[in-house]
């Protein structure tokens, strides 16, 4: 059997939007189910579009991901070079084919020209097919200069999409496309077709929008006698309303954004890999190694599948738990370099991973950090009026709240072995003592301390605070009632 090659060949023209590291996802996992090879090709040859250091974003994307290539930039390989921009020979070589063939021929057809046969076909209101306007005494030879042209032989073709199912089309799609372009670069319609052949491809996946050109794919592989390879269209990902394609106007953010917020690589991969597929189980969380054991064409959806941030973050969270559970907290610790607070800097690493260890179960992402644990820092500025406006406090008195914060004090600085287990037993007591609810004390005493929106557990917040911080913070606040 033959070995399973397949390709992610990008375009560096900007950032690298998610629906685009999800095109790399898929052929990744066929070809590493298979054990076969993963090819990276960047194809630079829209020259207009450019974007420096475009390059660099995708490889670096590729490999936070985990998404490590076998051939292509950086790691080389016997099918070389992998920027188009520096294969220009190689298609001059194959258009040249086309020409002595009769296939292609030079049109040095002016593009104000172009544009008149276009709007006189949108005036008669039928469809703008260029081989309709084609030179009549037509110029079979290669000229530096002029676009090149496929001379197309429309007629009925049929073929077989992995996703789509059996697919056919008439001849009123296949049209005489550009191969070569005036500035010598070649279209990719082009260029794609020599790349896949001279590497050896087996699997061209790619976004459902190309599924319109694939007859002219097609007619080009017939020209060229190429075998035609296990075509793999990729319905889009959809906006969150779920009538259109997703784009940064909604909210989608580039892999790097999402990097920076502290998204997970592995939850960034599980996300995208089951975001239009699924293995036919209620399973949610893959590590990568799963998806390449179940990852299967066939349960490709052939709708689009509609992008829900909120999922996205929610799978983080359990990818920051699981990491935590099963590696422990050095393994997590260790990816939160960035995303403390300024200040935490001047506490020690093992303080800083005892916070962690009590808030990494309700963390989102990684940034999150800087907000949630500012306050295990620095005394944190008070302000009463969460107090008073708190939902379960708000119905007691000024007096009220200063008597239980005096009464929590006292009882707290009695203890002489502070340590979460004593000071969930010095808890439960205050309640019994005074009569209130747990929701009642415990918020009056968690507010006191971190003047946050939220804690993690009461005894355990004050564990890492200690005795000395702890009963500071609540003796200000009660002042300040």
């Not at 990276?40 to 936070?64: C, F, H, N, P, S």
């Not at 302000?383 to 000024?398: G, P, Q, V, Y």
Request: aromatic share 10%.
């Amino acid at each position: 059997m033959k070995e399973v090659i397949t390709r992610f060949a990008p375009s560096p023209t900007g950032y690298i939007h998610i629906g685009n590291v999800r095109s790399a996802i898929y052929p990744y996992l066929i070809a590493k189910q298979d054990n076969g090879k993963f090819i990276l090709r960047i194809e630079d040859t829209d020259r207009e579009r450019y974007v420096e250091g475009a390059t660099d974003l995708i490889e670096d994307t590729l490999k936070w991901l985990g998404l490590d290539w076998d051939e292509g930039p950086i790691v080389g390989g016997e099918h070389g070079p992998y920027f188009q921009s520096e294969r220009l020979p190689i298609y001059h070589e194959w258009v040249k084919k086309l020409i002595s063939s009769g296939r292609a021929y030079a049109d040095p057809t002016p593009p104000e020209k172009i544009d008149e046969y276009r709007k006189k076909c949108n005036t008669e209101k039928i469809p703008f097919l260029y081989r309709d306007f084609r030179p009549e005494n037509l110029d079979f030879t290669f000229r530096e200069g002029t676009p090149i042209r496929f001379l197309s032989d429309p007629k009925e073709r049929e073929w077989t999409d992995a996703v789509m199912g059996k697919m056919k089309a008439g001849p009123e799609v296949q049209d005489d496309i550009i191969l070569i372009k005036k500035d010598g670069y070649p279209t990719y319609n082009f260029a794609h077709i020599i790349d896949d052949a001279l590497m050896g491809v087996t699997h061209v996946m790619r976004g459902v929008e190309y599924l319109s050109s694939t007859p002219n794919y097609l007619a080009l592989y017939e020209a060229f006698g190429l075998d035609t390879p296990t075509l793999v269209s990729l319905p889009h990902i959809l906006a969150p309303t779920g009538n259109k394609k997703l784009g940064k106007r909604d909210g989608a953010k580039s892999a790097t954004e999402y990097r920076d917020d502290g998204v997970l690589p592995e939850a960034m991969l599980n996300y995208l890999a089951c975001l239009g597929w699924n293995d036919g189980t209620e399973q949610e969380i893959y590590t990568k190694e799963e998806l390449i054991e179940r990852f299967s064409l066939d349960r490709i959806q052939s709708s689009g599948a509609r992008y829900d941030e909120t999922k996205l973050l929610w799978m983080n969270g359990q990818w920051i738990r699981k990491i935590f559970d099963e590696q422990g907290a050095r393994a997590l610790y260790d990816r939160t370099t960035n995303f403390w607070p300024k200040v935490a800097s001047d506490y020690s690493e093992e303080y800083r991973l005892s916070v962690l260890s009590i808030v990494y179960d309700r963390l989102k992402v990684l940034s999150d950090l800087t907000e949630m644990t500012e306050y295990f820092f620095k005394d944190p500025e008070i302000d009463t009026d969460m107090i008073k406006n708190n939902k379960f406090l708000k119905k007691l008195s000024e007096t009220d709240l200063e008597s239980l914060l005096k009464i929590s004090i006292s009882k707290l600085s009695d203890i002489e072995d502070w340590n979460p287990d004593t000071l969930q037993e010095t808890l439960n007591w205050l309640l019994a003592e005074t009569g209130r609810k747990p929701a009642e004390l415990f918020s009056l005493i968690r507010i006191a301390i971190s003047f946050a929106p939220f804690s993690p557990a009461l005894n355990l917040t004050l564990g890492a605070l200690g005795k000395e911080v702890s009963l500071a913070r609540l003796n200000a606040a009660a002042r300040s009632l």
